[in-house]
């Protein structure tokens, strides 16, 4: 399993347990998410009461456990969602595609065009749809590095999410 961390802080941001496709010359790597229940999990083996378990005769009693409905990469890498007005996120944008730049020309050289190119292209995309997106900071609420944007595509009921794939490094399990 490959984990796909912020090239900067080293926050996990996103796994290869995810099928994800990438766009804008491959700057941009998206992911369409799921809402799954967790939590409440009721397993009957057929015993009864001879376990420990309850009959159905037994009163309740005790803690209940609610199933919950979560999202599956928001639960699974803690994101918290946060704002930005369009301008806002131009320039942290402009700000993190400098520092972006800068870790390709020293680590990856071979990437600093197609970056620069789909990176504008993605921009163009962010400003189009802008309206539709949602925001999202990993853990630590870090808002100088990998912001995470969500969105929903037609005919899905969870939020498909967007990264910046030159801004992350990936680290093998």
């Not at 921009?123 to 990993?138: E, H, R, T």
């Not at 609420?141 to 992350?168: C, R, T």
Request: aromatic share 14%.
């Amino acid at each position: 399993m490959k984990i796909y961390v912020d090239a900067f802080s080293g926050e996990e941001i996103v796994s290869d347990s995810f099928n994800m496709e990438e766009k804008f010359e491959g700057v941009i790597g998206e992911v369409q998410s799921q809402d799954i229940v967790k939590g409440a999990l009721n397993v009957d083996v057929g015993a009864g009461g001879h376990f420990g378990g309850k009959n159905e005769d037994e009163e309740e009693g005790g803690v209940e456990d609610q199933a919950q409905k979560v999202n599956n990469i928001i639960d699974a890498f803690k994101y918290a969602e946060t704002q930005f007005t369009k301008a806002d996120y131009v320039t942290y944008f402009k700000a993190y595609a400098k520092k972006v730049k800068a870790y390709l020309e020293a680590n990856k050289p071979d990437r600093v065009a197609s970056f620069q190119k789909g990176a504008g292209e993605f921009i163009k995309w962010v400003s189009a749809n802008f309206n539709d997106l949602q925001f999202y900071c990993p853990e630590s609420y870090d808002m100088e590095n990998h912001i995470v944007l969500g969105y929903y595509k037609e005919g899905q009921a969870s939020p498909a999410f967007v990264y910046i794939l030159d801004g992350l490094k990936e680290v093998k399990m």
